[in-house]
């Protein structure tokens, strides 16, 4: 299952935090950035391994939530956005040469995969009619619904007619 990956993934940076954080640092610090110019007075860890516990954090809670089907939509799409930067952050496969580059791009590959995955896992109804459908149903009832009541008026107005005289 998809999820475990995320579980095993967070474990592993949990466990090795500050290798974790060495390797996510170019990347941190370019959100760091963002995050100070898009909400200054917002609270963000400048410390780049408490970014990676919050990440790991994020990533068990919502790949928990994905494995036991609750809020499964929700929980596919925070784990695609945590996935962004962990993929930029952990498989920079640009830094490297040999045969260190090609894992990494393997790396890489499969987490853009997964990405792909998990955004068509937020967009799953299970089956059910999405909003889309919802709404162009309702409307093509109502359209029908007002075409019998105006069948309906005529045929009235035509028996009134017919009993005045």
Same mark, same amino acid.
């Given at each position: +299952?998809?999820?475990? +990956?995320?579980?095993?993934?967070?474990?592993?940076?949990?466990?090795?935090?500050?290798?974790?954080?060495?390797?996510?640092?170019?990347?941190?610090?370019?959100?760091?950035?963002?995050?100070?110019?898009?909400?200054?007075?917002?609270?963000?860890?400048?410390?780049?391994?408490?970014?990676?516990?919050?990440?790991?954090?994020?990533?068990?809670?919502?790949?928990?939530?994905?494995?036991?089907?609750?809020?499964?939509?929700?929980c596919a799409l925070v784990l695609a956005?945590?996935?962004?930067?962990?993929?930029?952050?952990?498989?920079?496969?640009?830094?490297?040469?040999g045969e260190k580059a090609k894992e990494?791009?393997?790396?890489?590959?499969?987490?853009?995969?997964?990405?792909?995955?998990?955004?068509?896992?937020?967009?799953?109804?299970?089956?059910?009619?999405?909003?889309?459908?919802?709404?162009?149903?309702?409307?093509?009832?109502?359209?029908?619904?007002?075409?019998?009541?105006?069948?309906?008026?005529?045929?009235?107005?035509?028996?009134?007619?017919?009993?005045?005289?």
């Amino acid at each position: +299952m998809i999820a475990s +990956m995320f579980v095993v993934g967070a474990a592993d940076a949990l466990r090795n935090t500050s290798a974790a954080a060495e390797r996510a640092k170019p990347v941190a610090d370019q959100l760091i950035g963002l995050g100070k110019k898009a909400a200054p007075t917002a609270p963000i860890p400048e410390d780049t391994a408490t970014l990676v516990r919050i990440n790991a954090g994020v990533q068990v809670v919502a790949a928990l939530g994905l494995a036991t089907n609750r809020a499964p939509r929700a929980c596919a799409l925070v784990l695609a956005g945590s996935l962004v930067p962990t993929t930029l952050a952990g498989h920079r496969f640009w830094d490297f040469s040999g045969e260190k580059a090609k894992e990494q791009r393997q790396h890489f590959v499969k987490n853009v995969a997964v990405l792909g995955g998990l955004i068509i896992a937020a967009g799953d109804t299970d089956g059910a009619p999405g909003v889309t459908w919802r709404a162009k149903r309702v409307a093509k009832d109502a359209r029908r619904e007002a075409g019998h009541l105006a069948s309906t008026a005529k045929l009235e107005a035509k028996l009134a007619k017919a009993n005045l005289t």
